[in-house]
């Protein structure tokens, strides 16, 4: 089944907060999980509200994120969207994951070469 | 705060003592320099290689923090010293970062704050581990470099901060973070620099102090909530609650004095409340309405067949208090022979039950209020001087409404609040004119006459604001009068008792604004006014328009603005009828 993933965005890397991201990017998988476009959403000024907004508009099936409030996780969950979150790490490496089905909320995805 | 010092940032020594990972051995030359600049952070001698960023592994260390052995700090004792536990210890959250931001290790009350252990994070951007609201817009590492000629430079690799110009860190910042449990937590976040020997900056130590109870408290204060139905803001209230809690602490009697309506009986309960006795009953006795051996029997109780009718024990308040506080209103008409009943209880902690030989011992906290000034009582032998010289030992005075400022405004709206939640009506506030006349308003039944004021008006109101017709009319009779008495102070003229010539009553307009209606009795103005009671006024504006119109009252109510029930229910209550 075709889906759309929502991931706040900071640089590169899955936002530390959903609240705080002024970015967010769209994935488009087709069925097979095979990734069929990506787009950018800037957004005027960050809020969690505006990001559900689109998540509704545009008929997210996942949002991967690091920090979300209480309050937007129990919105979006009562939307039928499922939330990744305490994800953090590279979108590209999220993303990855995703599509082979191995996400997991609370996934840190840094290379760490000291840890 | 993980926008600092990129990878490319390497720091140019490494800290003598206290070493995180990645930083090369410090050369014996700066192990003795460091020796000399702090006693706190000696480096040990290296008798193994140095694990990376020189942290040295302690044998037989348990890794609660994961998988690398645990740093340790030399210097504080012959043995090193476990930094982790060191660090543990403090009730602050604190994070070592490395020259990179990246988190290192974070102690256990950091821990329980985010949700995340340091085996977790170590490793990854500290602003992913903390997600602090300052961490991407106001981040203290994230600066520019300046060159010396003020030109800014920006690092491909987001590495921002001069390593050499960290000596202007701001102070703590405020904001919150976002826990592994989804929950928003109020922190205070400063950023100190860790440096070697040479004063170089090896890493950064990151405090994070929970504000949560702070914040509640501030929410409370803000509400005037601290202690219950006991509200206000002003500099008199705020003296009260700052000795509340102690007052409440010690266990002795009690004495409140204020005028009457100012809320005596609810800072007695607020006391109780906030006292060790709170589980215990709070019991209320108002005697002075009771002949003496009634008020007696009440208070202390009595035995079967002390005197004709009583037919059964009876235990009395002060029993019934057992355990908690016994709180006596107007101690100044209790008769004198309780009152020496009741400085016995005070010394002796025993009390005599009517009939009975035996004491009854009784642990009882005495709170007992007045509305009259207890010194004058004593003057006039209605309160015995021994007895208020024990209750005076910690008291408590409530100002009246007229010294509390801001409080007026305050009160108002929060019983408006309270009154329109109760009514289900969308009262929000009061108009200009409609505030202006309350604030003029000097309120002789302080609180308690605000509190009616406010229910009176949020019945009356339909919208959203009080309007000048929503309030009480005598409102602005009041006002009137203390202006048309200031105005006569001002000619220096005397002030006959009676109508103006326009006869005039002083029924609100349409706009709900007052005429004119009634002058003072006295020429001293509105100091004198404002100690005159809103029953004298009425009762002298009846007296006035009785006279007026030859005793006949339809008349005397159409001069007044009143319906003739209304002018007959005055007349009874003031006894003129």
Redesign the interface.
């Known amino acids: 089944m075709p889906a759309t993933l929502l991931i706040p965005l900071y640089r590169d890397e899955v936002a530390p907060r959903f609240d705080l991201a002024g970015e967010a990017l769209l994935v488009h998988l087709d069925a097979d999980g095979a990734e069929l476009s990506r787009s950018s959403v800037l957004l005027a000024h960050a809020s969690s509200e505006e990001l559900c907004r689109i998540a509704l508009e545009e008929k997210v099936r996942a949002v991967i994120c690091n920090g979300i409030d209480d309050e937007f996780w129990q919105y979006l969950r009562w939307k039928r969207i499922e939330v990744i979150d305490n994800v953090m790490g590279p979108a590209d490496e999220a993303i990855a994951r995703f599509r082979a089905d191995v996400l997991r909320p609370g996934d840190i995805l840094f290379h760490r070469s000291n840890a | 705060m993980?926008n600092g010092p990129g990878r490319d940032a390497v720091p140019r020594t490494a800290s003598p003592g206290l070493r995180l990972?990645?930083a090369p051995c410090p050369s014996p030359r700066a192990r003795n320099n460091a020796q000399r600049r702090s006693r706190c952070f000696v480096p040990t001698q290296q008798t193994a290689p140095a694990a990376?960023?020189g942290i040295r592994p302690r044998a037989g260390s348990p890794a609660r923090h994961?998988?690398?052995p645990l740093p340790h700090v030399s210097g504080i004792s012959p043995l090193p010293v476990d930094l982790a536990a060191m660090l543990d210890a403090l009730p602050v959250g604190v994070a070592l970062l490395d020259t990179d931001c990246?988190i290192r290790l974070m102690n256990r009350a950091l821990e329980t704050l985010t949700g995340f252990t340091t085996a977790?994070?170590?490793?990854?951007?500290c602003?992913?581990?903390l997600?602090a609201?300052i961490?991407?817009?106001r981040c203290p590492l994230r600066r520019p470099l300046t060159t010396a000629s003020g030109v800014t430079v920006a690092t491909a690799s987001?590495a921002h901060y001069d390593m050499a110009d960290d000596g202007n860190l701001p102070p703590a910042q405020e904001g919150d973070?976002?826990?592994?449990?989804?929950?928003?937590i109020p922190v205070r976040m400063s950023m100190s620099p860790l440096r070697d020997a040479d004063g170089r900056v090896v890493g950064w130590l990151h405090a994070v102090e929970d504000l949560t109870l702070v914040r509640e408290l501030e929410e409370k204060t803000a509400k005037g909530e601290a202690f219950g139905p006991l509200v206000g803001r002003s500099v008199a209230m705020e003296r009260v609650f700052q000795a509340l809690p102690a007052v409440a602490q010690n266990d002795g009697p009690l004495l409140v004095t204020g005028e009457t309506g100012t809320g005596k009986d609810t800072l007695a309960e607020a006391v109780h409340k906030a006292s060790s006795r709170a589980r215990e009953p709070f019991v209320k006795a108002s005697l002075s309405s009771l002949p003496e051996f009634l008020a007696e029997s009440e208070l202390f109780g009595h035995r079967k067949g002390a005197f004709p009718g009583a037919d059964e024990n009876k235990p009395g308040r002060f029993r019934l208090a057992q355990g908690g506080t016994l709180y006596l209103t107007e101690v100044g008409d209790l008769p004198l022979s309780i009152q020496g009943r009741l400085l016995a209880f005070l010394d002796e902690g025993v009390i005599y039950p009517v009939g009975a030989t035996d004491p009854v011992a009784c642990d009882v906290r005495l709170v007992v209020a007045t509305n009259r000034d207890p010194e004058q009582l004593v003057t006039e032998g209605r309160l015995r001087e021994d007895l208020f010289r024990r209750l005076s030992a910690v008291r408590l005075h409530l100002p009246p409404l007229r010294e509390r400022g801001e409080d007026i405004e305050f009160l108002l709206n929060h019983f408006m609040g309270h009154f329109a939640a109760r009514m289900k009506k969308t009262v929000r506030g009061c108009s200009g004119k409609a505030l202006r006349t309350l604030l003029d308003y000097p309120f002789p039944g302080n609180v308690r006459e605000l509190r009616n004021i406010a229910e009176y008006a949020v019945t009356l109101c339909h919208g959203e604001t009080v309007m000048p017709a929503h309030l009480p009319a005598y409102l602005f009779q009041a006002k009137a009068e203390a202006r048309r008495a200031e105005r006569e102070r001002r000619a220096g003229r005397g002030m006959p008792g009676a109508f103006d010539a326009t006869g005039a009553t002083g029924a609100t307009g349409a706009t709900g604004e007052a005429q004119p209606a009634a002058q003072g009795t006295s020429g001293d103005g509105g100091e004198h006014l404002a100690r005159t009671s809103v029953s004298d006024l009425e009762r002298r504006l009846i007296a006035d328009a009785l006279q007026r119109t030859g005793n006949r009252r339809g008349e005397a109510a159409e001069l007044l603005g009143w319906g003739r029930s209304t002018l007959w229910r005055k007349m009874k209550q003031y006894g003129m009828c």
């Open positions: 993980g990972p990645d990376p960023h994961g998988a690398p990246t977790e994070v170590r490793g990854i951007p602003r992913h581990a997600r609201s961490c991407l817009h987001g973070i976002l826990n592994r449990h989804r929950r928003r």
